[in-house]
């Protein structure tokens, strides 16, 4: 064999290795657009608060003492019912008024403003000048019209039924939510006549509901009977058993709520409206002492609600 071909097998194992296609690298790692970013937690829903105000005549204004409370924690409730006083007070408050503004309003108002004396037939008070001044103060929007969702509670008379007025003239449900038997006559509406919501629904927990309230917080500002203490004449024993009737019902719809708020006003009367500073007061210092429950019953509803 020639010393050419000789070389030329030997050259052969090497140019065959040459040639041989490298072996494949494994792909290079490709980094995750989002890899080392932070995802922040998922934010916690807030739930819609509402508010149910009771009736209790001049005591109402305690209601007021409550809103304004809730308004500086950030808590200000998102729709609003009320019974009797606290429909009043819930009607301006839904229309547009804050705490400080129902409280410059309730200092400047004279309760003749509102009392329009009718002698003889089925009440002392027409009640034709309440249901003006409310719808002056609401600039005579309607109730569907309101900034916030806003119910009145009344009484249908002849058939003792709960009415929840949520649309219509505002001044007249909320004078037929106010229109206490025997003091206030009766309202007609559409040949249908209605009394004081207090009758049936003393704290409105239950409408506050039906507008869409996640929590509710309720405000029991009502009389309560007095153990032990007869009731002397006509009107006394009529109020005790208002108030005895009203105590039972309210106990049954109070448990609905998640907060019961009770401003210690007990030595208020119905008609003390020259006691407004002291009621506004006892609202607030209840609601405030008010605020762990308050914020116990957020934290839960937004465990069970992610």
């Given at each position: 064999m020639s010393m050419q071909r000789r070389s030329l097998l030997l050259a052969l194992p090497l140019l065959l290795v040459a040639c041989a296609k490298p072996p494949a690298s494994p792909p290079l790692a490709e980094a995750s657009p989002h890899a080392g970013e932070f995802t922040p937690p998922k934010p916690l829903r807030v739930p819609r608060i509402g508010i149910a105000l009771g009736g209790g005549a001049a005591k109402g204004f305690a209601h007021i003492g409550v809103l304004k409370a809730l308004e500086a924690q950030g808590l200000a409730p998102v729709a609003v019912a009320g019974t009797s006083a606290g429909s009043l007070v819930g009607a301006l408050y839904a229309s547009g008024m804050d705490g400080f503004a129902l409280q410059e309003r309730s200092f400047g108002l004279d309760e003749a403003q509102m009392r329009d004396f009718s002698f003889g037939g089925t009440g002392l008070v027409k009640g034709e000048k309440l249901q003006d001044y409310v719808n002056e103060q609401v600039k005579n929007r309607p109730i569907e019209r309101m900034p916030k969702p806003f119910a009145a509670v009344a009484t249908?008379?002849?058939?003792?039924?709960?009415?929840?007025?949520r649309r219509g003239n505002t001044g007249q449900a909320v004078r037929a939510s106010c229109s206490i038997p025997g003091v206030f006559q009766p309202v007609l509406i559409s040949a249908k006549r209605y009394v004081d919501g207090g009758v049936v629904s003393p704290v409105p927990v239950d409408a506050a509901r039906e507008l869409g309230a996640d929590i509710v917080i309720a405000v029991d500002i009502s009389s309560k009977a007095q153990n032990g203490k007869p009731a002397a004449g006509m009107f006394g024993i009529l109020n005790q058993t208002v108030v005895i009737m009203g105590q039972k019902l309210g106990e049954q719809e109070l448990a609905r709520a998640e907060v019961?708020?009770?401003?210690?006003?007990?030595?208020?009367?119905?008609?003390?409206f020259d006691q407004k500073h002291l009621?506004?007061?006892?609202?607030?210092?209840?609601?405030?002492?008010?605020?762990?429950?308050i914020r116990e019953a957020i934290i839960k509803w937004q465990a069970s609600h992610p």
């Open positions: 249908e008379l002849d058939t003792g039924q709960r009415i929840v007025f019961v708020i009770r401003p210690r006003i007990g030595k208020i009367g119905a008609t003390d009621s506004i007061l006892e609202g607030e210092k209840a609601t405030q002492a008010a605020l762990p429950a």
